[in-house]
């Protein structure tokens, strides 16, 4: 069974930045990639970014390319989202997601960027 576990979201201002983490129960080399969705406040979910299993990174071009960078850990099975400049539009639930064969989908975790 895989798990993926998300941490680090909560409350910034914008211009501020965070950093969300994401735990795979499995080893993270046995997925063709991982990645972070979102999902704005009346919006449909949205890839953010994704890593591949070479290490190749994809930002989708109308999401937050230049300012967030996705990251990872092998040794650790962790993926990391590391998220600068961000913006009030930037507010949603971000989920770690993992692509093998099907997708697999974090619970997700709450980011809110206000002053």
């Known amino acids: 069974q895989v798990q993926l576990a998300e941490s680090g979201g909560g409350w910034v201002q914008p211009g501020g930045s965070l950093k969300l983490s994401c735990t795979n129960s499995a080893n993270i080399l046995n997925f063709n990639s991982m990645g972070w969705h979102r999902q704005r406040p009346g919006a449909q979910r949205e890839l953010v970014a994704g890593?591949?299993?070479?290490?190749?990174?994809?930002y989708p071009a109308h999401t937050a390319r230049g300012r967030f960078t996705i990251s990872r850990d092998v040794a650790n099975n962790t993926v990391y989202l590391q998220m600068s400049n961000v913006k009030p539009e930037d507010t949603g639930v971000y989920f770690c997601?993992?692509?093998?064969?099907?997708?697999?989908w974090g619970q997700g975790i709450q980011v809110t960027v206000s002053s």
């Open positions: 890593i591949e299993r070479g290490g190749s990174t994809i």
């Open positions: 997601t993992a692509l093998q064969g099907r997708d697999y």
